[in-house]
């Protein structure tokens, strides 16, 4: 995996990654089971190769306390990628916050919804350069931007030491593949179909890196590669009805 993101909501706080310069770090080994590497990147190819798609997220994910209790919170995603420069999604919070994501080739928006506010930024005209804007300059959370990017083969594999076959398991009544990695930042595990297309079931992402080691758990549902939707669906129109608030930049 490419980064250690979380998946939230535009965050003027320090984004940073954990460890020294990699010059002062001697080299990993690498060790990545041939059936676990060729099921990852078969996955991985099966987003990358197209133009196009919807897919449903059921999450799941850890914050932690500063008594070092972790807390658990779910979210629910409905996420529409258009390539090279279209993202839209609606999410609902068990705190009751739902949002919306517009992403058009120009603007990143995010919207909330129940209180009319919204922040927006200026980002390049492609998903890969414009997430990279949103995460590393404005603290956008995003653990599954490996998912939207144009290249899913190298954004999963990059960074990997370590990848392990682990078994077969059922989720939601379809039999899968249950596949881990070590990357330097985080774990993860993912579950992919047996039958059929390659499709991604499942992932579980652990941020052993920090405090407390919390998780991000999603079940992937509703796979469409041949979406229905209008370029205008990307677009964000609602600011005749919501304020915008300021979108800081986190320091460096």
């Given at each position: 995996?490419?980064?250690?993101?979380?998946?939230?909501?535009?965050?003027?706080?320090?984004?940073?990654?954990?460890?020294?310069?990699?010059?002062a770090?001697?080299?990993?080994?690498?060790?990545?089971?041939?059936?676990?590497?060729?099921?990852?990147m078969?996955?991985a190819?099966?987003i990358?190769?197209?133009?196009?798609y919807?897919?449903r997220?059921?999450?799941?994910?850890?914050?932690?306390?500063?008594?070092?209790a972790?807390?658990?919170?779910?979210?629910?995603?409905?996420?529409?990628?258009?390539?090279?420069d279209?993202?839209?999604?609606d999410?609902?919070?068990?705190?009751?916050?739902?949002?919306?994501?517009?992403?058009?080739?120009?603007?990143?928006?995010?919207?909330?919804?129940?209180k009319?506010?919204?922040?927006?930024?200026d980002?390049?005209?492609?998903?890969?350069?414009?997430?990279?804007?949103?995460?590393?300059e404005?603290?956008?959370?995003?653990?599954?931007?490996?998912?939207?990017?144009?290249?899913?083969?190298?954004?999963?594999?990059?960074g990997?030491?370590?990848g392990v076959?682990?078994?077969?398991?059922?989720i939601?009544?379809?039999p899968?593949?249950?596949?881990?990695?070590?990357?330097?930042?985080?774990d993860?595990?993912?579950?992919i179909d047996?039958?059929?297309?390659?499709?991604?079931?499942?992932?579980?992402?652990?941020?052993?890196n920090?405090?407390?080691?919390?998780?991000?758990?999603?079940?992937?549902?509703d796979?469409?590669?041949s979406?229905?939707?209008?370029?205008?669906?990307?677009?964000?129109?609602?600011a005749?009805?919501a304020q915008?608030i300021?979108v800081?930049?986190?320091?460096?």
């Open positions: 995996m490419t980064a250690d993101h979380s998946f939230g909501i535009f965050a003027a706080t320090l984004f940073c990654c954990l460890g020294g310069p990699a010059s770090q001697e080299e990993p080994s690498v060790f990545i089971d041939p059936d676990a590497g060729q099921l990852l078969s996955a190819r099966q990358k190769n197209v133009d196009a919807s897919v997220v059921d999450a799941t994910f850890d914050t932690v306390l500063h008594s070092g972790k807390v658990e919170h779910t979210r629910e995603s409905d996420v529409i990628v258009r390539r090279p279209g993202i839209f999604a999410q609902w919070d068990d705190t009751g916050v739902y949002r919306q994501i517009f992403y058009d080739g120009k603007k990143f928006t995010l919207l909330d919804v129940y009319g506010v919204y922040g927006q930024i980002v390049p005209p492609s998903i890969d350069a414009a997430l990279d804007v949103a995460i590393d404005f603290g956008l959370d995003a653990p599954l931007a490996d998912f939207l990017t144009s290249d899913t083969e190298k954004s999963f594999r990059t990997v030491t370590l076959y682990v078994g077969t398991s059922v939601n009544e379809i899968v593949h249950h596949l881990y990695f070590s990357h330097q930042l985080v993860f595990q993912v579950w047996m039958e059929g297309a390659p499709l991604f079931r499942k992932i579980v992402i652990t941020y052993k920090r405090p407390g080691s919390p998780q991000y758990r999603a079940v992937f549902s796979w469409d590669f979406p229905q939707f209008d370029n205008s669906d990307f677009i964000f129109d609602g005749s009805s915008q300021e800081l930049k986190v320091k460096k």
